[in-house]
């Protein structure tokens, strides 16, 4: 779509075009790092100080995935300075750091009338939506895709304001200078970007910024790599110290802390609590709303102490419960009317009667996060101030500002860092809530949910079944046609609901119970060259609220394909590893990384009760472009006393380009452990409203001593760097499974494995 200014004043002649013209005009941002005194501000991106320290921004939220080190590392690569000298600052919420490609992926949920018209990071009505509202969200894995190339762009103008200020000094061509390790090269003469900060500040780069022939890019190499880190983790002293600030770790002059209870999973209202009973030393206020209420105090630990005593008394209609989760999936599932969301070919037409049908379920899942919801807020003067973690942050403002009627202009977020996250700081109900407690107490207020009220008010991941159905060759059993019949809620759009529409979890769920899910499939279709393959989702309201979790559909999906293939192979007798081969002629890099994952993990086939299972996955569509990450996995695995046993995980990963391979390899790894989690336990279980489990040690998770042996092997390659944070969580749980199918024989179909037992 192209807009000239000719157009636009064309159509700002039409009615409501005014309105549009206005939308679309470009606008200047400025420049919203600010600099202190002894630096100097080259553009949104960095600036220089007289000491030589280079100061990054960075837009995206540091949950752990290594953002804060990634974004610097690409301005300093394409710049030549010294990574001894960088530094990094939490962007502001700013249109001068839109995600576009994000942007782009969610446009059905924040424009679902005219999607088309913002579907590509290219189209004009996408850049200014972002633009004017800020969108800096960290997801998807999105971060490179959205950030490099501006990124870049300022440094290579900043290098080139650099060699212009010395190449003045030394009257030659500034396009004759050189720059690395954080100095400006002529010959044998030098100046460091000390000497130059404030002189070079003041120069107009060139248009465009002369760019470096390619990315900065690191090729896996044993030997490099035992020379040791070029970019080492910027934010990895300050955790192992301890010094580095999380959301928890805010404190300001006066301020008093709250805790919170929620009411029961449903259509809330708080009748009232025991008054007398709060007679706890330090409590200062009680702050009520209609689904919640919150004692403030001196202490957090007193604020909980008194919100105990008061024993708050809630009537709640449509309590969410695992019984009637179950029954609302399976009448969908069998009984609902769906909508074919993804085809291939001819899809399951004139196909008859499926030769083969499995029945697959995956349960309510937490996210388990480290640090819970902590959010800090200070009302004064008309003005509100938040300090919290949040991969939303302009959503985040916005709705805080609202609650306590101002604008987002009159609302100011300080970005801090998320003790972990998994998309669970996608939302802001936090955010909301202390903004209203500070507003109520007249005090700077910080609010931190208990574990209890995590699990109570979080968003898990969507319970779903699906009926997984193939049409198989006679001669081979190879899949000819492939159909999956998923019952789930319309989890994405729900949460977007939530996210852009401001609406409460029970307005969002009302809001998209009977709307298919399109985004909830994305990657459906699977790495198999299946001729015909048709996806259907049967939305359904389980009475619970659900959001976005690390891996999403991928990890989701993954677990249903690649069990089924697996059964599949079985029915024929044929070895997992040849089977999948056969079908991925279409995706000759998956192939290899399938060979090379079962020379890592020994494979055996599978059979004898080895305890070996197989499995791969891939994120992103090749014949579409952009990001492609492809994985493959070797388990091994045992059913012991207390649940599984996952011994081992060897896998071959391909992601394209990589731009730093040790941040590379601590995601993959983190990603098969947390997918690992998520395939031994991590789900909830619900009775009355209220989740069944109040800690961390109730959801089985795996300690340090059950963490399985991890072997990695990143294979070489070209192309737009993926994200290597999701890929394991997709391939580690269908690996597990395949293993324990191996040991056992038994075919286990549910997740959390063995949760109905042997």
């Given amino acids: 779509m192209h807009v000239s200014r000719r157009g636009l004043l064309a159509g700002a002649a039409v009615g409501g075009g005014l309105l549009v013209a206005w939308g679309l005009w470009p606008r200047d941002y400025g420049t919203p790092l600010t600099p202190g005194r002894g630096e100097w501000a080259y553009s949104a991106w960095l600036k220089l100080a007289r000491d030589g320290v280079l100061t990054v921004a960075v837009p995206q939220l540091e949950m752990g995935q290594g953002v804060s080190t990634i974004l610097p590392q690409v301005i300093a690569a394409e710049m030549g300075a010294d990574w001894r000298t960088v530094a990094v600052e939490p962007a502001p919420v700013s249109g001068a750091y839109p995600n576009l490609p994000l942007a782009a992926k969610w446009a059905p949920l924040w424009m679902p009338f005219a999607a088309g018209l913002a579907d590509d990071p290219r189209k004009l009505v996408l850049r200014r939506w972002a633009e004017m509202t800020g969108f800096t969200a960290t997801a998807e894995g999105t971060s490179l895709a959205a950030y490099e190339p501006p990124a870049r762009e300022a440094a290579a103008a900043a290098r080139a304001m650099l060699c212009m200020a010395a190449a003045d000094r030394w009257d030659v061509a500034w396009e004759e200078c050189e720059v690395r390790g954080g100095l400006v090269f002529h010959g044998d003469k030098h100046f460091s970007f000390a000497a130059l900060a404030e002189e070079a500040a003041a120069y107009e780069p060139p248009d465009p910024p002369p760019l470096n022939p390619a990315p900065y890019a690191e090729v896996p190499d044993p030997v490099t790599e035992a020379a040791g880190l070029r970019f080492p983790r910027l934010d990895l002293p300050a955790k192992v110290d301890g010094t580095f600030p999380f959301a928890g770790d805010v404190r300001l002059p006066g301020m008093l802390y709250a805790a919170i209870r929620h009411g029961p999973i449903g259509d809330t209202e708080l009748l009232g609590y025991d008054e007398a009973a709060a007679k706890v030393r330090g409590l200062r206020h009680v702050v009520k709303s209609r689904g919640w209420i919150a004692a403030v105090a001196d202490t957090w630990w007193a604020a909980e102490k008194a919100l105990s005593a008061m024993a708050p008394v809630w009537r709640t209609t449509g309590r969410a419960s695992s019984e ?264 000759p890099r998956l192939a290899e990384c399938l060979q090379r994952a079962a020379r890592l993990g020994q494979w055996d086939g599978g059979a004898g009760q080895s305890g070996n299972g197989i499995a791969c996955w891939r994120i992103g569509d090749p014949e579409i472009g952009g990001p492609v990450a492809r994985i493959a996995c070797v388990a091994t695995a045992r059913a012991g006393e207390g649940g599984v046993r996952v011994e081992k995980l060897s896998v071959a990963v391909d992601l394209g380009r990589v731009v730093n391979l040790d941040i590379a390899r601590q995601q993959i790894e983190g990603g098969l452990v947390f997918g690992t989690s998520l395939a031994t336990g991590s789900a909830l279980a619900y009775e009355a409203g209220l989740p069944t489990a109040s800690r961390l040690a109730s959801l089985n998770l795996p300690q340090l001593r059950d963490c399985p042996e991890i072997a990695v092997e990143l294979i070489p390659g070209e192309g737009e760097p993926a994200d290597p944070g999701e890929i394991g969580v997709a391939v580690a749980p269908p690996a597990i499974a395949n293993a324990l199918h191996s040991a056992t024989g038994l075919r286990l179909r549910r997740l959390p494995l063995l949760s109905e037992g042997l």
Avoid at 438 to 459: K, T
Avoid at 461 to 468: G, K, N, Q, V
Wanted: glycine share 8%; aromatic share 6%; proline share 6%.
């Fill in 324 to 587: 009637r989760i179950a029954t609302a999936i399976d009448e969908a599932l069998t009984k609902g009317e769906a909508s074919r969301v993804v085809t291939r070919g001819a899809g399951d037409a004139d196909n008859g009667e499926p030769t083969v049908t499995y029945r697959y379920e995956i349960a309510p899942a937490t996210h388990a996060t480290i640090e819970t919801a902590s959010a800090t807020a200070r009302l004064a003067d008309g003005k509100l101030e938040l300090w919290m973690a949040t991969q939303a942050p302009s959503h985040a403002k916005a709705a805080a500002a609202k609650a306590v009627g101002l604008s987002a202009d009159d609302a100011v977020l300080y970005p801090m860092a998320a003790g972990g996250s998994f998309d669970r700081r996608l939302e802001h109900d936090h955010a909301i809530e202390a903004a209203v407690i500070a507003s109520e107490v007249g005090a700077p207020v910080q609010l931190v949910w208990s574990r209890w009220q995590e699990h109570v008010a979080g968003r898990p991941r969507a319970p779903l079944a699906c009926l997984a159905s193939a049409w198989t060759a006679q001669e081979d059993g190879s899949p000819t046609g492939l159909r999956l019949r998923v019952a789930m809620p319309s989890t994405t759009a729900e949460f977007g609901a939530r996210l852009f529409g401001n609406k409460t979890a029970l307005a969002a769920r009302r809001a998209t119970d009977s709307a298919p899910d399109p985004l909830a499939f994305e990657g459906a279709l699977g790495p198999y060259a299946i001729p015909d393959i048709a996806i259907d989702h049967v939305p359904v309201d389980v009475g619970l609220p659900s959001g976005r979790m690390r891996g999403n559909a991928p990890a989701y999906l993954a677990f249903v394909t690649e069990s089924f293939i697996d059964e599949l192979a079985a029915r024929v007798g044929r070895e997992p590893l040849s089977f999948r081969m056969a079908m991925l002629g279409g995706d």
